[in-house]
Protein backbone atom coordinates (compact mmCIF):
# COMPACT_ATOMS: atom_id res chain seq x y z
CA UNK A 1 0.00 0.00 0.00
CA UNK A 2 1.34 4.05 -1.02
CA UNK A 3 0.87 5.37 2.56
CA UNK A 4 1.82 8.46 3.54
CA UNK A 5 3.30 9.78 6.86
CA UNK A 6 1.16 12.75 8.23
CA UNK A 7 1.03 14.22 12.06
CA UNK A 8 -2.13 13.62 14.26
CA UNK A 9 -2.92 16.50 16.63
CA UNK A 10 -4.76 15.58 19.64
CA UNK A 11 -6.07 17.72 22.03
CA UNK A 12 -7.57 17.10 25.39
CA UNK A 13 -9.42 20.19 26.83
CA UNK A 14 -12.37 21.79 28.68
CA UNK A 15 -15.92 21.60 26.38
CA UNK A 16 -15.64 25.61 26.83
CA UNK A 17 -12.49 25.70 24.54
CA UNK A 18 -13.88 23.77 21.63
CA UNK A 19 -15.65 26.57 19.73
CA UNK A 20 -12.15 28.54 19.15
CA UNK A 21 -9.97 25.31 19.08
CA UNK A 22 -12.02 24.46 15.72
CA UNK A 23 -12.05 27.62 14.66
CA UNK A 24 -8.06 28.01 14.88
CA UNK A 25 -8.19 24.05 13.35
CA UNK A 26 -9.70 25.99 10.47
CA UNK A 27 -7.43 28.93 10.18
CA UNK A 28 -4.60 26.56 10.62
CA UNK A 29 -5.39 24.82 7.43
CA UNK A 30 -7.18 21.54 8.85
CA UNK A 31 -9.68 20.22 6.74
CA UNK A 32 -11.42 17.98 8.85
CA UNK A 33 -11.49 16.18 12.92
CA UNK A 34 -13.14 13.97 14.90
CA UNK A 35 -14.28 14.63 18.66
CA UNK A 36 -15.72 12.96 21.33
CA UNK A 37 -16.28 13.25 24.89
CA UNK A 38 -13.78 12.21 27.93
CA UNK A 39 -13.34 11.90 31.11
CA UNK A 40 -10.20 12.96 33.00
CA UNK A 41 -8.03 13.90 35.67
CA UNK A 42 -4.99 15.85 35.48
CA UNK A 43 -3.26 19.03 37.39
CA UNK A 44 -6.89 21.21 37.43
CA UNK A 45 -8.50 17.88 39.14
CA UNK A 46 -11.12 15.91 38.17
CA UNK A 47 -13.50 16.19 35.48
CA UNK A 48 -16.76 13.69 34.56
CA UNK A 49 -18.48 13.41 31.25
CA UNK A 50 -21.71 14.13 32.85
CA UNK A 51 -22.49 17.52 32.08
CA UNK A 52 -21.56 18.61 29.40
CA UNK A 53 -20.29 21.65 29.57
CA UNK A 54 -18.37 20.83 32.11
CA UNK A 55 -16.53 17.99 30.42
CA UNK A 56 -13.44 17.32 28.76
CA UNK A 57 -13.68 16.91 25.02
CA UNK A 58 -10.79 15.31 22.93
CA UNK A 59 -10.01 16.34 19.28
CA UNK A 60 -8.16 14.37 16.84
CA UNK A 61 -6.81 16.19 13.52
CA UNK A 62 -4.39 14.45 10.75
CA UNK A 63 -2.51 17.36 8.95
CA UNK A 64 0.89 17.38 7.08
CA UNK A 65 3.81 18.40 9.22
CA UNK A 66 3.63 22.17 8.69
CA UNK A 67 0.15 22.44 10.15
CA UNK A 68 0.58 20.57 12.94
CA UNK A 69 3.89 22.96 13.89
CA UNK A 70 1.39 25.89 13.33
CA UNK A 71 -1.32 23.98 15.43
CA UNK A 72 1.20 23.14 18.29
CA UNK A 73 2.42 27.13 18.08
CA UNK A 74 -0.91 28.99 18.60
CA UNK A 75 -2.41 26.08 20.56
CA UNK A 76 0.88 26.98 23.31
CA UNK A 77 0.44 30.48 22.51
CA UNK A 78 -2.95 30.87 22.77
CA UNK A 79 -4.57 28.44 24.32
CA UNK A 80 -2.19 27.02 27.67
CA UNK A 81 -2.77 30.16 29.78
CA UNK A 82 -6.67 29.96 29.19
CA UNK A 83 -7.55 26.46 29.36
CA UNK A 84 -6.94 23.41 30.78
CA UNK A 85 -5.40 21.48 28.02
CA UNK A 86 -3.14 18.63 26.74
CA UNK A 87 -1.80 18.41 23.51
CA UNK A 88 0.36 15.44 22.09
CA UNK A 89 1.20 14.74 18.80
CA UNK A 90 2.04 11.40 16.79
CA UNK A 91 2.83 10.29 13.39
CA UNK A 92 0.33 7.94 11.09
CA UNK A 93 0.45 6.84 7.84
CA UNK A 94 -2.97 7.43 5.62
CA UNK A 95 -3.84 6.59 2.26
CA UNK A 96 -5.00 9.41 0.06
CA UNK A 97 -3.11 12.23 1.56
CA UNK A 98 -4.42 15.33 -0.55
CA UNK A 99 -7.44 14.57 1.61
CA UNK A 100 -5.88 16.30 4.84
CA UNK B 1 9.40 -5.25 29.14
CA UNK B 2 9.05 -7.70 26.55
CA UNK B 3 6.82 -5.85 23.99
CA UNK B 4 6.06 -6.42 20.32
CA UNK B 5 5.23 -3.79 17.49
CA UNK B 6 1.87 -3.94 15.86
CA UNK B 7 -0.28 -2.25 13.75
CA UNK B 8 -3.30 -0.11 14.66
CA UNK B 9 -5.36 0.61 11.95
CA UNK B 10 -8.10 3.16 13.11
CA UNK B 11 -11.09 3.68 10.77
CA UNK B 12 -13.51 6.55 10.65
CA UNK B 13 -16.50 6.15 9.10
CA UNK B 14 -20.48 6.83 8.96
CA UNK B 15 -22.06 4.41 11.38
CA UNK B 16 -24.20 3.21 8.19
CA UNK B 17 -20.81 1.45 7.48
CA UNK B 18 -20.24 -0.48 10.36
CA UNK B 19 -21.78 -4.14 9.85
CA UNK B 20 -19.71 -4.23 6.28
CA UNK B 21 -16.14 -3.15 7.92
CA UNK B 22 -16.67 -5.42 10.98
CA UNK B 23 -16.92 -8.19 8.82
CA UNK B 24 -14.16 -6.99 6.72
CA UNK B 25 -12.14 -7.17 9.83
CA UNK B 26 -12.99 -10.71 11.00
CA UNK B 27 -12.45 -11.75 6.95
CA UNK B 28 -8.93 -10.23 7.16
CA UNK B 29 -7.98 -11.88 10.47
CA UNK B 30 -8.40 -9.61 12.70
CA UNK B 31 -8.92 -11.21 16.67
CA UNK B 32 -11.16 -7.86 18.24
CA UNK B 33 -11.94 -4.14 17.65
CA UNK B 34 -12.52 -1.45 19.83
CA UNK B 35 -15.87 1.14 18.38
CA UNK B 36 -16.92 4.56 20.02
CA UNK B 37 -19.44 6.88 18.36
CA UNK B 38 -17.36 10.68 17.40
CA UNK B 39 -18.57 13.76 15.83
CA UNK B 40 -16.96 14.89 13.06
CA UNK B 41 -15.94 16.89 9.87
CA UNK B 42 -14.37 16.26 6.71
CA UNK B 43 -14.77 17.31 3.26
CA UNK B 44 -18.27 16.04 3.27
CA UNK B 45 -19.66 18.57 5.96
CA UNK B 46 -20.29 18.14 9.72
CA UNK B 47 -21.61 15.37 11.21
CA UNK B 48 -22.78 15.09 15.00
CA UNK B 49 -23.24 12.59 17.70
CA UNK B 50 -26.57 13.23 18.22
CA UNK B 51 -28.52 10.85 15.85
CA UNK B 52 -27.30 7.00 16.09
CA UNK B 53 -27.61 6.04 12.77
CA UNK B 54 -25.96 9.27 10.84
CA UNK B 55 -23.04 10.01 13.29
CA UNK B 56 -19.63 8.68 12.36
CA UNK B 57 -17.96 5.77 14.63
CA UNK B 58 -14.27 5.17 15.32
CA UNK B 59 -13.02 1.83 14.92
CA UNK B 60 -9.26 0.68 16.18
CA UNK B 61 -8.06 -2.88 16.12
CA UNK B 62 -4.72 -4.10 16.15
CA UNK B 63 -2.77 -6.57 14.04
CA UNK B 64 0.11 -8.25 13.00
CA UNK B 65 1.93 -5.76 10.21
CA UNK B 66 0.59 -8.38 7.01
CA UNK B 67 -2.95 -8.06 8.14
CA UNK B 68 -2.46 -4.54 8.67
CA UNK B 69 -1.68 -4.69 5.00
CA UNK B 70 -4.32 -6.69 3.91
CA UNK B 71 -6.97 -4.33 5.48
CA UNK B 72 -5.81 -1.26 4.18
CA UNK B 73 -5.68 -2.59 0.63
CA UNK B 74 -9.44 -3.69 1.00
CA UNK B 75 -10.51 -0.78 2.70
CA UNK B 76 -9.44 1.30 -0.32
CA UNK B 77 -10.97 -0.91 -2.97
CA UNK B 78 -14.25 -1.97 -0.88
CA UNK B 79 -15.16 1.05 0.91
CA UNK B 80 -13.36 4.43 -0.32
CA UNK B 81 -15.69 5.46 -3.36
CA UNK B 82 -18.83 3.96 -1.42
CA UNK B 83 -18.68 5.37 2.11
CA UNK B 84 -17.41 8.51 4.07
CA UNK B 85 -14.17 7.09 5.85
CA UNK B 86 -10.79 7.73 7.05
CA UNK B 87 -8.23 5.28 7.31
CA UNK B 88 -4.97 5.76 9.11
CA UNK B 89 -2.14 3.33 10.63
CA UNK B 90 0.45 3.75 13.66
CA UNK B 91 2.68 1.52 15.24
CA UNK B 92 1.64 0.33 18.93
CA UNK B 93 3.75 -1.98 21.31
CA UNK B 94 1.74 -4.90 23.17
CA UNK B 95 2.46 -7.17 25.78
CA UNK B 96 1.10 -10.56 24.85
CA UNK B 97 1.58 -10.35 20.37
CA UNK B 98 -0.61 -13.90 20.20
CA UNK B 99 -3.49 -12.33 21.04
CA UNK B 100 -3.40 -10.05 18.08
CA UNK C 1 8.54 23.63 18.68
CA UNK C 2 9.86 22.35 21.27
CA UNK C 3 8.48 18.87 21.92
CA UNK C 4 9.46 15.68 23.96
CA UNK C 5 8.65 12.44 23.22
CA UNK C 6 6.75 10.40 26.00
CA UNK C 7 5.17 7.45 26.53
CA UNK C 8 1.29 7.14 26.34
CA UNK C 9 -0.24 3.85 27.50
CA UNK C 10 -3.58 2.93 26.28
CA UNK C 11 -5.87 0.30 28.23
CA UNK C 12 -8.83 -1.17 27.25
CA UNK C 13 -10.72 -3.06 29.87
CA UNK C 14 -13.50 -3.98 31.67
CA UNK C 15 -15.17 -1.12 33.68
CA UNK C 16 -15.21 -3.26 36.36
CA UNK C 17 -11.70 -2.95 36.33
CA UNK C 18 -11.58 0.80 36.71
CA UNK C 19 -10.76 1.58 39.92
CA UNK C 20 -8.21 -0.27 40.60
CA UNK C 21 -6.57 0.76 37.23
CA UNK C 22 -7.00 4.51 38.52
CA UNK C 23 -5.38 3.45 41.67
CA UNK C 24 -2.65 1.79 39.93
CA UNK C 25 -1.75 4.57 37.60
CA UNK C 26 -1.79 7.21 40.79
CA UNK C 27 0.38 4.69 42.55
CA UNK C 28 3.15 4.29 39.57
CA UNK C 29 3.25 8.21 39.19
CA UNK C 30 1.00 9.28 36.58
CA UNK C 31 -0.48 12.61 37.21
CA UNK C 32 -3.40 12.58 34.93
CA UNK C 33 -5.94 9.80 32.66
CA UNK C 34 -8.23 10.21 29.98
CA UNK C 35 -11.38 7.80 29.82
CA UNK C 36 -14.10 6.99 27.34
CA UNK C 37 -16.31 3.75 27.18
CA UNK C 38 -16.26 1.99 24.04
CA UNK C 39 -17.62 -1.15 22.97
CA UNK C 40 -15.58 -3.87 22.05
CA UNK C 41 -14.61 -7.55 20.87
CA UNK C 42 -12.15 -9.55 21.64
CA UNK C 43 -11.21 -13.27 22.83
CA UNK C 44 -13.73 -13.01 26.11
CA UNK C 45 -16.87 -12.02 23.23
CA UNK C 46 -18.63 -9.03 22.40
CA UNK C 47 -19.11 -5.89 24.66
CA UNK C 48 -21.41 -3.25 23.95
CA UNK C 49 -21.42 0.12 25.77
CA UNK C 50 -25.44 -0.02 26.54
CA UNK C 51 -25.38 -1.01 29.94
CA UNK C 52 -22.42 0.63 32.13
CA UNK C 53 -21.99 -1.96 34.50
CA UNK C 54 -20.48 -4.48 31.54
CA UNK C 55 -19.24 -1.97 29.07
CA UNK C 56 -15.47 -1.84 28.28
CA UNK C 57 -13.34 1.61 29.02
CA UNK C 58 -10.44 3.29 26.95
CA UNK C 59 -7.92 4.78 28.92
CA UNK C 60 -4.95 6.89 27.82
CA UNK C 61 -2.05 8.01 30.18
CA UNK C 62 1.01 10.12 28.88
CA UNK C 63 3.85 9.20 31.34
CA UNK C 64 7.94 9.34 30.80
CA UNK C 65 9.19 6.36 29.78
CA UNK C 66 10.33 4.77 32.81
CA UNK C 67 6.55 5.55 34.58
CA UNK C 68 5.41 3.38 31.69
CA UNK C 69 8.03 0.73 31.88
CA UNK C 70 6.62 0.29 35.26
CA UNK C 71 2.94 0.43 34.51
CA UNK C 72 3.08 -2.25 31.60
CA UNK C 73 4.97 -4.40 34.28
CA UNK C 74 2.07 -4.13 36.72
CA UNK C 75 -0.46 -4.54 34.83
CA UNK C 76 0.57 -7.61 33.54
CA UNK C 77 1.68 -9.05 36.45
CA UNK C 78 -1.86 -7.92 38.40
CA UNK C 79 -4.69 -7.24 36.10
CA UNK C 80 -3.75 -9.59 32.39
CA UNK C 81 -5.37 -13.27 34.93
CA UNK C 82 -8.44 -11.24 36.67
CA UNK C 83 -9.59 -9.35 33.93
CA UNK C 84 -10.36 -9.08 29.99
CA UNK C 85 -7.70 -6.24 29.05
CA UNK C 86 -5.49 -5.23 26.54
CA UNK C 87 -2.86 -2.74 27.04
CA UNK C 88 -0.36 -0.72 24.22
CA UNK C 89 1.52 1.36 24.41
CA UNK C 90 3.10 4.40 21.50
CA UNK C 91 5.43 7.58 21.13
CA UNK C 92 3.13 10.64 21.65
CA UNK C 93 5.28 14.20 21.49
CA UNK C 94 4.23 16.57 23.86
CA UNK C 95 5.01 20.37 24.59
CA UNK C 96 5.30 21.21 28.63
CA UNK C 97 6.48 17.52 29.53
CA UNK C 98 6.72 18.79 33.40
CA UNK C 99 3.15 17.76 33.14
CA UNK C 100 3.67 14.57 33.04
Redesign the interface.
Given at each position: ?N?HT?K?V?I?CEALAREPILRLLKQAGA?????????????KGVRT?DMEEFS?I?IQV?VPPDVA?KL??R??KEF?SRFGI???????????PH?F
Open positions: MTMMTIHGFTLFRVEGAGDANQIELALEFVVYESDVRVLRK
